[in-house]
């Protein structure tokens, strides 16, 4: 029995490899796959210590000279800027320099369940040798050259060739960028293009939902939905605006004659009347909401959110960042709703992180306005590494992997697993809701499972738990009191057992209950 006490979680951990918990007389490399199942098979044999790797040491030879962890975080702090950046956030960094399947190792040889792969990005695992040897392969031929219009390279347009095989139907044309963020901002521009083209300037409008997340460039960051990111920066982009999130947990249905699901995507026809849909471009949402804490909406959503859209002509954005790629357990989020989007944006897991590269894709009828306007109104965007032959080869690889390793279904089959056994937590006072999807999910607490109240913010319990669940081996983000789950597509179903074992000791730990 866990220390929790709920459900036979609790096993012997070995240092093994790739998340799994393989025997020290059989260490050895998992994909997390085997024959029928979702265990585990030996693909090579080590010999040295953790995932292959000899055991670091806390000091490192720089330049000719020892130089010891506390002298690198010094260095850090004094020349590096750090995502969401301040010092009282970087107190003790973890330097993590190696990493097998699903964990991650830090510079003093402790291991770790990479619980949010990365930043929801690592989905085949970590420590795969083909991807790098991609874009070794890719660099000694051609590791970089301009495609701008006029001209192109070869893992560009079989990358763009492959997209158009497993997207949706309706979208078959691709622009490559270097991360989500660059791919909201190209959806915005040509959302708006698209519009001009069609003799409808005034359509410069977007709607987005709070809870939402589509990066933090000037106009990303004006759609997000978190405020926290916002104060610092302002005042944000005119022409934005949000309705409230779909929130299954805490939507309060004021129309209570339709379903949940139908009730929060009419805000969006409110937001359009108010707004006049003739001077808005596009809806801009995420599948699952992810950075918000993984919020999968309610099932009949996003069909009524396509009828609105379609009836007020305005295009229909899917940030697919997060969802992107089988995450859900299908191929891109949209799918399991049974709508397409008219621009679907990526990036992560279409390279598993290994190297940066993102994305849209545009609807047939959006690539017809693109290519049909005179050369004067032509679509007049780009960024120098648009389809980065190295970026591209490495996506070619990583989506090879897989597809050879059925890793999609993977993640549907692994992420019930998941979700099933996070449910067990909820016998937890302090666990109000388990919610996810595929291989995501979230644990919300609160101080009141009734009434759903949650901690106050100044007992810090969602901070607290996170340095407990580290202590214990897992890394993963929080937002506010939840903690949000998206590890890598090669977990092992072990793993998945020890992950939700911390998780429900680290609340206990913290809250007593």
């Not at 080590?46 to 040491?57: D, M």
């Not at 399947?101 to 989905?123: F, K």
């Not at 897991?349 to 004067?376: F, M, Q």
Request: glycine share 12%; charged share 20%; with cysteine.
């Amino acid at each position: 029995m866990g220390v929790w006490g709920h459900g036979p979680r609790k096993k012997t951990v070995w240092r093994g490899c790739g998340g799994c918990l393989a025997s020290p007389a059989k260490i050895s490399f998992c994909s997390g796959r085997k024959k029928g199942g979702l265990g585990r098979s030996p693909k090579k044999r080590f010999v040295l210590g953790w995932g292959g790797y000899a055991a670091p040491t806390q000091h490192m030879i720089t330049g000719g000279d020892v130089t010891t962890d506390t002298q690198l975080i010094q260095s850090d702090e004094a020349h590096l800027i750090h995502s969401l950046h301040h010092p009282s956030a970087h107190q003790d960094p973890k330097i993590w320099v190696g990493g097998e399947g699903a964990m991650i190792r830090d510079i003093h040889g402790q291991e770790y369940i990479d619980g949010l792969s990365g930043l929801w990005n690592v989905v085949v695992g970590h420590g795969r040798e083909e991807l790098a040897q991609a874009a070794y392969d890719q660099m000694r031929q051609l590791a970089y050259y301009s495609s701008y219009v006029g001209g192109t390279n070869l893992p560009a347009i079989q990358l763009a060739e492959k997209l158009a095989q497993i997207c949706y139907p309706s979208i078959n044309t691709f622009f490559f960028t270097s991360g989500g963020a660059e791919s909201t901002e190209s959806s915005f521009k040509t959302a708006r293009f698209y519009w001009k083209a069609l003799g409808k300037p005034e359509k410069v409008k977007f709607i987005s939902r709070m809870k939402g997340y589509h990066g933090v460039t000037l106009a990303a960051m004006s759609a997000t939905g978190l405020p926290a990111y916002w104060p610092m920066f302002e005042p944000r982009v005119p022409g934005f605006t949000h309705i409230e999130s779909p929130y299954p947990y805490r939507f309060v249905n004021a129309t209570p004659e339709v379903s949940d699901g139908v009730a929060a995507a009419n805000l969006l026809e409110a937001a359009l009347l108010r707004e006049g849909p003739e001077t808005v471009a596009g809806f801009i949402a995420e599948p699952i909401q992810g950075a918000g804490g993984v919020i999968p909406p309610q099932d009949d959503y996003f069909a009524r959110i396509r009828e609105i859209c379609d009836q007020y002509e305005v295009l229909f954005i899917a940030d697919e960042v997060i969802t992107g790629f089988g995450r859900t357990g299908r191929w891109f989020g949209l799918e399991q709703y049974g709508v397409e989007p008219d621009i679907v944006q990526f990036a992560k897991a279409i390279t598993s992180g290994y190297i940066p590269l993102g994305g849209i894709g545009v609807s047939d009828k959006l690539y017809a306005a693109i290519k049909d306007v005179p050369g004067e109104q032509r679509w007049m965007h780009a960024f120098t590494y648009s389809g980065h032959p190295t970026a591209c080869a490495v996506a070619l690889a990583n989506l090879a992997i897989i597809e050879r390793e059925g890793l999609v279904a993977r993640a549907g089959e692994v992420g019930a697993y998941m979700l099933q056994a996070l449910h067990e937590l909820e016998e937890l006072p302090a666990v109000g809701n388990v919610r996810g999807n595929g291989l995501m999910a979230a644990v919300e607490l609160v101080a009141d499972k009734a009434s759903k109240t949650p901690f106050a913010a100044s007992e810090q319990v969602g901070l607290r738990v996170q340095q407990e669940m580290t202590k214990r081996g897992l890394f993963t983000r929080i937002v506010g009191d939840t903690i949000c789950l998206a590890p890598p597509f090669v977990i092992a179903t072990e793993t998945v057992d020890r992950l939700v074992q911390i998780i429900g000791d680290s609340v206990v730990a913290v809250t007593g209950r």
